[in-house]
């Protein structure tokens, strides 16, 4: 992959870009509170009076929240923190009741980790370390609606006190494509481990991004972070965006100022958040209110014992022991979700089918990402219709394996099941394709004698001709012979 | 340590305190003043002592995750929440208009 380069008047620019990613932590009660975090549920419904920050309450940890912190940890592989600590950052905005949030900056609960992102689908080599600074949990805000009223703005406390884990990345990336790369992976780095459940469009990932120029090869530049970007291609278009305003300031004989920036989407550009010039100085202490935290082994035992393969391992071995091509162990690795879907179906086939999982894997994964896909979207059916079941793949696909159906038969079959009301069993036994040899030979001499004409031609070196009498014979078989037995014998019939 | 009028002025905005300058002029000396006793403490040698995080030695407690496990600490208390919210709509708090 060539660098990423952006022309100015005074020659070629480099960006450099780091992330700061708030993933919201799967848990059925808040990091210091125990009201509920589920997304959707009426204004300040789920609000504590802990939450609420009322005088003499106090925050008292939530032992998953640090347990989904620490697995994520895990899982990129950094190490863990046997002793972190909760720091109070100070502020004032409508969105937070205490006046501060507890988080953690001198000592984070996770340290320097990595994860390995790929820049090109297509070439498997095309891949880039991107390193990650800490991971350390906080709380979240509440959330403002401003345009529900023409002198308020109204404040829903439901997010309040929601835990978070700010995963910081270094400055790695030079690119919005590594960008993208990087918030896609840990993405579903995130969603293999479940400590996140990695929905964009609900704010349950959020990226503050941080964006610098420089001449290629010189020192960093000033760099400017543009808050709470909610998806891949937001965060893609700031880097950009800031990029290029950048440029042009620098090179117009200004200055890049370090500040807030906030992203418009609708203008697809950034513009300055004044209300936060003071905002770097958060006066950040120790939090009187908790004591350190301490881990011992058995706990971080017990993450790691919970961690699920992650999509590197499991691509790995896709590639390997099951013999799938790059492409086909990429896709079925993106989402945690299919990578499950095709473990359950091979696990199924391979046992119906008596053979050994590397044997069927390579059916078993054209089935779900090409020939059932295909069958799903032409019929208009859903990959969670109750008749897409595991039971009715299995079969499907055992059928097909064994040869007792033609793949093109599978898919036909697969879309009178979802569509209308067969027996699947009847049909598939109904649709069974012959190997007896001596019915196909007897439809070979007769197609053969029908078309002497043809078999002259053929025989004359227009081998072309071929699919035509393997077609007349599929038809006389009315579909049912087996392929590859058709082939062989036609081959012997016309010598 | 010591601070200066700027430095007062400056704290007191980050906590949001309306102070004088008068009021500030005042605070200048109090202030140094606290901060140089408390100095006194750099004088201490600690070479070797872990600093202290609790005066009680105490371990913390984590809660399991339970929702509304403890009723006084749980969620649904709406009325409550908003009971003494200068302007409360529609379940919401209002505050003046913060748009950026």
Redesign the interface.
Same mark, same amino acid.
């Given at each position: 992959m060539s660098e990423y380069r952006i022309k100015g008047e005074t020659g070629d620019w480099e960006v450099v870009i780091g992330l700061e990613v708030h993933a919201q932590v799967v848990?059925?009660?808040k990091l210091f509170?125990?009201? =509920?975090t589920a997304f959707g549920a009426?204004?300040?419904?789920?609000?504590? *009076?802990?939450? =609420?920050a009322m005088p003499g309450?106090l925050p008292?940890? &939530?032992?998953?929240?640090?347990r989904q912190a620490v697995r994520t940890g895990m899982a990129i592989n950094a190490p863990i923190n046997k002793w972190s600590?909760f720091d109070r950052k &100070?502020y004032?905005? =409508?969105d937070l009741p205490q006046g501060y949030q507890i988080s953690q900056l001198y000592h984070p609960l996770v340290g320097e980790g990595e994860i390995e992102v790929s820049l090109d689908e297509k070439n498997p080599e095309a891949v880039k370390t991107i390193g990650i600074e800490r991971i350390h949990v906080e709380q979240d805000a509440g959330k *403002?609606?401003?345009d529900?009223?023409p002198?308020?703005?109204?404040?829903? *406390?439901n997010r309040s006190g929601v835990a978070l884990m700010e995963i910081v990345s270094k400055p790695d990336m030079r690119s919005p494509a590594e960008a993208g790369a990087y918030l896609r992976k840990l993405r579903t780095i995130l969603r293999y481990v479940g400590s996140c459940d990695g929905n964009m469009e609900e704010g349950s990932m959020r990226a503050d991004v941080n964006v610098s120029v420089r001449k290629p090869g010189a020192e960093f530049g000033t760099r400017t972070e543009t808050k709470n970007v909610n998806s891949v291609r937001f965060v893609m278009a700031v880097v950009e965006q800031e990029a290029r305003r950048q440029i042009d300031l620098i090179e117009d004989g200004g200055t890049v100022v370090q500040e807030t920036r /906030?992203y418009d989407p609708d203008r697809n550009e950034t513009r300055s958040?004044r209300?936060k010039e003071?905002a770097h100085?958060y006066?950040y202490f120790?939090d009187p209110d /908790?004591?350190? /935290?301490?881990l011992d082994e058995a706990f971080l035992a017990e993450c790691r014992a919970s961690l699920p393969e992650l999509p590197d391992a499991k691509r790995a071995r896709y590639e390997g022991p099951l013999g799938l091509s790059a492409y086909n162990a990429n896709a079925l690795t993106a989402e945690v979700e299919t990578a499950m879907a095709f473990e359950e179906l091979l696990a199924s086939v391979a046992k119906a089918s008596g053979k050994g999982e590397a044997d069927v894997a390579k059916r078993v994964a054209n089935w779900l990402l090409s020939e059932r896909a295909g069958v799903l979207s032409a019929n208009n059916v859903l990959a969670s219709d109750p008749k897409n079941s595991l039971e009715a793949n299995t079969a499907l696909v055992v059928a097909a394996e064994s040869g007792a159906i033609s793949g093109s038969k599978a898919k036909e079959i697969f879309a009178l099941y979802l569509t209308g009301d067969i027996d699947l069993a009847k049909e598939i036994e109904a649709n069974q394709q012959t190997s007896d040899t001596g019915a196909i030979e007897a439809a070979i001499a007769k197609i053969l004698a029908d078309n002497a004409d043809k078999v002259e031609q053929y025989k004359g070196g227009k081998e072309a001709l071929f699919g035509f009498f393997v077609g007349q014979t599929m038809k006389a078989m009315q579909g049912k012979a087996n392929p590859g037995v058709v082939n062989e014998l036609l081959k012997k019939a016309l010598g | 340590m010591s601070v200066d009028t700027a430095t007062v002025a400056k704290i007191a905005a980050l906590a949001r305190l309306k102070v004088s300058e008068a009021e500030i002029a005042a605070m200048v000396p109090e202030l140094n003043g606290i901060l140089a006793w408390v100095e006194q403490l750099g004088e201490v040698d600690v070479t070797g002592v872990e600093p202290m995080t609790a005066v009680i030695e105490n371990k913390l407690r984590l809660r399991e995750d339970v929702i509304d496990a403890d009723p006084l600490t749980g969620g649904g208390k709406r009325d409550d929440v908003l009971a003494n919210a200068p302007a409360a709509e529609h379940g919401f708090f209002g505050v003046p208009k913060v748009i950026e």
């Open positions: 848990s059925k009660s509170s125990g009201s =509920a009426e204004p300040n419904s789920q609000v504590s *009076l802990v939450d =609420a309450m008292v940890l &939530n032992k998953e929240c640090i600590r &100070n004032f905005y =409508a *403002l609606m401003h529900q009223h002198t308020m703005s109204y404040v829903d *406390l /906030l958040m209300s003071d100085d006066r120790p /908790l004591l350190p /935290l301490e | -």
